[in-house]
Structure formats: C-alpha cells, structure tokens
C-alpha cells in the first residue's frame, strides 16, 4: 500500500524571522493616511504615502525640546503643543531621516505662521505660547544618542502626563516588551523617530463607532494615527491582530501591542474641543487602550482605498503554554520596575 500523500502546511514561513504565519484574510480599507512633521503637533492627511523600513515618509522629522529639562519634549507634558499645527514648506524628498530632514513651516494657535528656516524666531514663539524656554530640533542622526535622551519618569509625571488622579492606578505598561520598556527608560523617543513608542499607529472606523457608543467625541483626529482601516464588524476587531500582520498593496507591518492612551485624545485641538469623556471612556471600557502600535516589515506604497488583509501567528500548543509562561514573568518584571519608580 502506498503511502498517504504529505498533508500541506497551512502555515507560511517568513525567511527573515522564521515566525510561521497562517492564510491571509480581508479585514478592511484605508479610510485615512496621517503623517506627522512635528511631534505633539497636528499633522498633514495624506492620500498615499511610501513607507520605509523607518515609518511612513517623513513622519516626525522634528520635535520640541524642553531646555531647562534637556530633552525631547511632549504635548502630555506640554498640552498647548496640541494647538499648532505642522506641515513640510515642500514634499520631503527621498532619503529624508535622522540627520537629514526638510524645513516645516508651524502655524500657531493666534493663526501666525514660523519657518524652521527661521530658528530664533520660532523658539520664541513656541516658548512664548507655553510659557517657558523650548527650541524646535531635527531629528538627530542614529549615532547622537545623546540626543534622544529622556528625563527619569516619576510617578508624579506620569500621573500628570496620563491626567491621573492621586487614588488612580498608573497605567499598566506590562504589554510594552521588556526591551522596548529599557529603550523608553532612557530615551526620550525610539532611536530614529520622534514617535512615543512604534513608527505606526492604526485605528479602525469600528473601534471608533463603538467607543463612542459609550460616550465622548471619537474625532479620528485626536488620537493621531498614521492609519485609519475601514472595518466592517462592530467592536474592536484590532484586538484579534496582536502578533500577525497587516499587508496592503506591498506594505507590510508587524501589530505589536494596543496603544496606551495618555491625556492627548481628552485635550482641546483645532477644531476640536476638549473632552475628558473620552478618556474616562477608554478607562472603562478599553482599560486606557485604544488602536495598536506596529513595526514595519517590509515598505513600498500605501494609498487611501487600499485593501487590507491580515495573516494571523501560527503558535503550537506547546508554544502557547511557553509564551503564557513568559508573558507571566515579562509582566512581573515591568510591574516591579513600576514601584521602584521614584515618586
């Protein structure tokens, strides 16, 4: 009797990494493509956009330094960040990065307008409009680590930073992994971006429909995401992604870990008024998270209208029962370097 035939592996190996992954499956469209010039600043819709193996072209080229704490500042520090917005004097050009960025031209709450091309100018207005001494700065080149350095959080900062109240827990960072909470102990941002924690944010139209089923304005726009999905099914069809990746056209991206949200979405905006129901939202019903980091896996071009698929890890049960082990200890880990935080 001759032997059964070899049953197909439903599962695909990526050469880079040797992660398995399963079949692709259609979860949406791009209904949106943000990208950001200016950290903790408003930023330019696109209707495509490349995307590098950095982040999308020419995202958060530059920043807002604090001078008297030296260092890469933010609008959960500095809320009235939230109220310029940023866009490039012309399109970037190929190659744009750290240590090679273009000229922004800023426009302020009162409708003026500065040019990075004009830096003691536009130092003085960013530190008039918040009320203390701060410079715009370029993104620096990878090997000027010095430059992306943070300050050492305190549980105080964070309480602030998050619009904490004193009997409040601290938001749980556990999800982050134990190298990516290392790097943001002591860097103001990831080496290479002036991003909070990954190069993408995506949020989809269901996450925000059922949000705000809940109360609270859930404007797209305050949560500042590189990508907004077009998805079909109700609820929070982003939850299911953790560990798989998006592919549209030829871009591909790694979905890491939920986005945990800070004071930002509750802060008054252009065009947007403030609105602390939208966090106590998030607290509620979201545990503080809304949309999801990812890392870039392979670049090329994105475009509004784009289908996008979704192919979901492979994990045998045994790798199941290891990875919970893991999470477990990763989360014990993080959660003891929480209380030595100084207060």
């Not at 079909?232 to 592919?247: I, Q």
């Not at 071009?301 to 192919?311: A, C, H, N, R």
């Amino acid at each position: 009797m001759s032997a059964p035939p070899p049953i197909a592996d439903p599962f695909i190996a990526d050469p880079a990494t040797g992660l398995r992954y399963g079949q692709q499956m259609v979860v949406g469209t791009i209904a949106g493509l943000w990208r950001y010039p200016v950290k903790s600043m408003g930023g330019e819709e696109l209707t495509s956009s490349i995307v590098d193996q950095r982040a999308f072209h020419a995202d958060r080229l530059w920043a807002v330094r604090d001078l008297e704490l030296n260092a890469v500042t933010t609008a959960r520090r500095l809320p009235l960040l939230l109220g310029c917005t940023a866009r490039f004097i012309s399109e970037p050009p190929v190659g744009v990065g750290p240590g090679n960025v273009t000229d922004v031209v800023v426009t302020f709450p009162d409708g003026s307008q500065v040019q990075s091309t004009e830096p003691d100018r536009m130092n003085a207005a960013l530190s008039e409009l918040v009320g203390k001494p701060l410079a715009l700065v370029p993104l620096p080149p990878l090997h000027d680590k010095a430059a992306y350095r943070g300050v050492l959080a305190t549980k105080r900062d964070i309480r602030q930073q998050w619009d904490l109240g004193p009997d409040e827990p601290l938001p749980d960072f556990t999800m982050f992994p134990v190298r990516k909470m290392a790097e943001l102990a002591i860097f103001a941002t990831p080496i290479g971006i002036f991003a909070d924690a990954y190069p993408v944010h995506v949020v989809t139209t269901s996450g925000l429909a059922t949000m705000a089923e809940h109360g609270g304005d859930f404007n797209v726009r305050r949560f500042r995401p590189n990508i907004l999905m077009e998805t079909p099914d109700a609820g929070l069809p982003e939850l299911e992604w953790f560990g798989g990746r998006l592919h549209s056209a030829d871009v591909s991206i790694n979905v890491e870990i939920p986005t945990i949200r800070c004071s930002v979405p509750l802060r008054e905006q252009p065009g947007l008024k403030a609105d602390p129901a939208v966090v106590k939202t998030l607290s509620r019903h979201g545990e503080r998270c809304f949309g999801v980091y990812a890392d870039v896996a392979t670049g090329g071009m994105l475009s509004v209208g784009d289908e996008v698929t979704f192919t979901p890890p492979h994990a045998s049960s045994v790798g199941n029962s290891v990875a919970r082990l893991a999470e477990r200890l990763r989360r014990s880990t993080i959660r003891t370097g929480t209380k030595l935080m100084p207060k």
